[in-house]
Nanobody, 123 residues
Framework: QVQLVESGGGFVQAGGSLRLSCAAS????????MGWYRQPPGRPRDLVATITSAGTTNYADSVKGRFTIARDNAKNTVTLQMNSLKPEDTDVYYC?????????????????WGQGTQVTVSS
């Protein structure tokens, strides 16, 4: 089984920084794409940033230039460095993994989600 655990959320003043971390555990051979999503109230989960095993990144327009996603393929971890935080960044942030293969090269369908970590930015 593969599970994702997030950490690093918390309270911060506008303009401050937070660093979110996500660790994938279990029998894992590889993870194609890892990323971060957030879910505004009453809306579906929305992309924040993703990164492939090859290092290709994708960011939501609202966070470009402020957030940086990175990963360690060997450790199966992904981080989101969030700088210049704004009150509108307040949300629950979810780690995601897509294109996961187990240690026996079995592909896991769909997306694996973490439990979420709260980020609150005050003005």
């Amino acid at each position: 089984q593969v599970q994702l655990v997030e950490s690093g959320g918390g309270f911060v003043q506008a303009g401050g920084s937070l660093r979110l971390s996500c660790a994938a555990s279990g029998s894992i051979f590889s993870i194609n794409t890892m990323g971060w999503y957030r879910q505004p109230p009453g809306r579906p989960r929305d992309l924040v940033a993703t990164i492939t095993s090859a290092g290709t990144t994708n960011y939501a327009d609202s966070v470009k230039g402020r957030f940086t996603i990175a990963r360690d393929n060997a450790k199966n971890t992904v981080t989101l460095q969030m700088n210049s935080l704004k009150p509108e960044d307040t949300d629950v942030y979810y780690c995601a993994a897509l294109g996961v293969r187990t240690g026996t090269w079995v592909a896991i369908p769909g997306t694996i989600w973490g439990q979420g970590t709260q980020v609150t930015v005050s003005s």
